[in-house]
């Protein structure tokens, strides 16, 4: 599974963005998918993930603010980024795993994509 990520890119507080990531493989239906973001300095941390069902989970830092969907059919999951705030400022990555072992630590994913900067001005 080959992954990239895009969409980001320089933004107000307050406003929005969509990330997005395409995804290569015929797995995709069934892989679990999630974002992670690392700000300078910092390890890179959970964000939201979903997988098979329609189920979706995310960090604290970001629910009600975030949305996690995807189009099978276009092999693609989104991240919908609303009132974003300048602490949401870091690269964001997604992330394919091929079974469900957890979702919220790098660990459980075997595929990444290169990253997307998004910045968060105040």
């Known amino acids: 599974v080959q992954l990239q990520a895009f969409g980001g890119g320089l933004v107000q507080a307050g406003g929005s963005l969509r990330l997005s990531c395409a995804a290569s493989?015929?797995?995709?239906?069934?892989?679990?998918m999630g974002w992670f973001r690392q700000a300078p300095g910092k390890e890179r941390e959970f964000v939201a993930a979903?997988?098979?069902?329609?189920?979706?989970y995310y960090a604290d830092s970001v629910k009600g603010r975030f949305t996690i969907s995807r189009d099978n059919a276009k092999n693609t999951v989104y991240l919908q980024m609303n009132s974003l705030i300048p602490e949401d400022t870091a690269v964001y990555y997604c992330?394919?795993?091929?079974?469900?072992?957890?979702?919220?630590?790098?660990?459980?994913?075997?595929?990444w994509g290169q990253g997307t900067l998004v910045t968060v001005s105040s």
């Open positions: 979903t997988w098979s069902g329609g189920f979706t």
């Open positions: 992330a394919a795993a091929r079974a469900l072992r957890g979702v919220q630590t790098t660990k459980d994913y075997d595929y």
């Open positions: 493989g015929r797995t995709f239906s069934s892989s679990i």
